[in-house]
């Protein structure tokens, strides 16, 4: 269930980058800043889940496997 949360959150990533640029045609210069300050902590929030420790297990790995170490 996670895996389908975090691929709607870079779904969504890609949508904002479009909107950011809209916006920022647009001369809605601080709106389209924020949509990608949003985008940047969005994709941190999927890096975070998915990039494994120094141990090569990612915590999305954990939490499939059912270890809470």
Same mark, same amino acid.
């Given at each position: 269930m996670l895996d389908i949360a975090l691929s709607i959150t870079v !779904? +969504? /990533?890609i /949508? !904002?980058?479009g909107g950011a640029w809209l916006a920022w045609k647009r001369g809605h210069?601080?709106?389209a800043a924020l949509m990608l300050v !949003?985008? +940047?902590v969005a994709l941190v929030n999927v890096a975070i889940w998915t990039?494994?420790?120094g141990g090569g297990?990612?915590?999305l790995d954990r939490i499939e496997r059912g270890a809470t170490e």
């Open positions: !779904l +969504a /990533a /949508a !904002l980058i210069r601080k709106q !949003l985008v +940047a990039v494994p420790d297990m990612a915590p």
